[in-house]
């Protein structure tokens, strides 16, 4: 146990710092007319419109708060943090190299998107609807995902640290390769135990995957 433990270290070492701070970046108020957004920040900005088919590269937003869906954007190197992402849904998005740190995400819904080299860090993701999403070389520690709905999932590499999945539903989604150690699963329900092989548990989840069997153990 603590030789996979010291494994996940070392590969979060390598890979958690993606995000790159950039020095020079411009405030702004409001996206504008350009759906091509570089090197720019925004402070406790509400974006109430929806955005759709913007293109954002190297770009802050701090303590802002969406309230319209994202629809087939890209976000490249964009730092999300302590923003309020409740109840909308990024949907056929490509996001690369994000930083989500702090973020209010109750209720979000993740739609056809591929997601790559990012993290998401001290979030509350509760109740969120991840549907036909790709996740490749992504981490997500310390994120409440509790009552979470998880439907044809595909990723690689993908790094759980204090992730609470209590009460996650999940659909057409093999659980194969996932380390789930660090992780809390009460209550998660599975479409089939199918879905579980392969999957990396400790003694204690093992007795809970049992339960699911209906396995009664004297």
Same mark, same amino acid.
């Given at each position: 146990?603590?030789? /996979?433990?010291?494994?996940?270290?070392?590969?979060?070492?390598?890979?958690? !710092?993606?995000?790159?701070?950039?020095?020079?970046?411009? $405030?702004?108020?409001?996206?504008?007319? !350009?759906?091509?957004?570089?090197?720019?920040?925004?402070?406790?900005?509400?974006?109430?419109? $929806?955005?759709?088919?913007?293109?954002?590269?190297?770009? $802050?937003?701090?303590?802002?708060?969406?309230? #319209?869906? /994202?629809?087939?954007?890209?976000?490249?190197?964009?730092?999300?943090?302590?923003?309020?992402?409740?109840?909308?849904?990024?949907?056929?998005?490509?996001?690369?190299?994000?930083?989500?740190?702090?973020?209010?995400?109750?209720?979000?819904?993740?739609?056809?998107?591929?997601?790559?080299?990012?993290?998401?860090?001290?979030?509350?993701?509760?109740?969120?609807?991840?549907?036909?999403?790709?996740?490749?070389?992504?981490?997500?520690?310390?994120?409440?995902?509790?009552?979470?709905?998880?439907?044809?999932?595909?990723?690689?590499?993908?790094?759980?640290?204090?992730? !609470?999945?209590?009460?996650?539903?999940?659909?057409?989604?093999?659980?194969?390769?996932?380390?789930?150690?660090?992780?809390?699963?009460?209550?998660?329900?599975?479409?089939?135990?199918?879905?579980?092989? #392969?999957? /990396?548990?400790?003694?204690?989840?093992?007795? !809970?995957?049992?339960?699911?069997?209906?396995?009664?153990?004297?």
């Amino acid at each position: 146990m603590k030789l /996979i433990y010291s494994l996940r270290f070392i590969k979060m070492k390598k890979t958690f !710092d993606r995000f790159k701070e950039v020095t020079t970046l411009y $405030e702004e108020k409001a996206l504008g007319e !350009d759906d091509i957004v570089i090197y720019k920040r925004f402070n406790d900005v509400t974006f109430s419109d $929806e955005i759709k088919f913007f293109s954002f590269d190297n770009v $802050e937003f701090i303590n802002c708060k969406f309230e #319209g869906n /994202i629809k087939n954007s890209v976000f490249h190197n964009v730092k999300f943090e302590k923003c309020e992402m409740s109840n909308i849904t990024l949907e056929k998005c490509g996001i690369q190299k994000c930083f989500f740190d702090g973020c209010h995400m109750i209720g979000i819904s993740f739609l056809d998107s591929n997601i790559k080299n990012s993290d998401f860090v001290n979030s509350n993701m509760m109740m969120c609807n991840i549907s036909g999403v790709t996740l490749k070389l992504d981490i997500f520690e310390n994120v409440k995902m509790t009552s979470a709905t998880i439907t044809n999932l595909s990723f690689d590499d993908l790094i759980l640290n204090e992730v !609470d999945l209590s009460e996650s539903e999940f659909y057409k989604t093999s659980l194969s390769g996932l380390d789930l150690t660090n992780s809390t699963i009460n209550g998660i329900v599975l479409e089939s135990m199918d879905l579980l092989r #392969g999957v /990396i548990v400790n003694e204690l989840q093992a007795l !809970d995957f049992i339960n699911l069997l209906g396995i009664i153990i004297k």
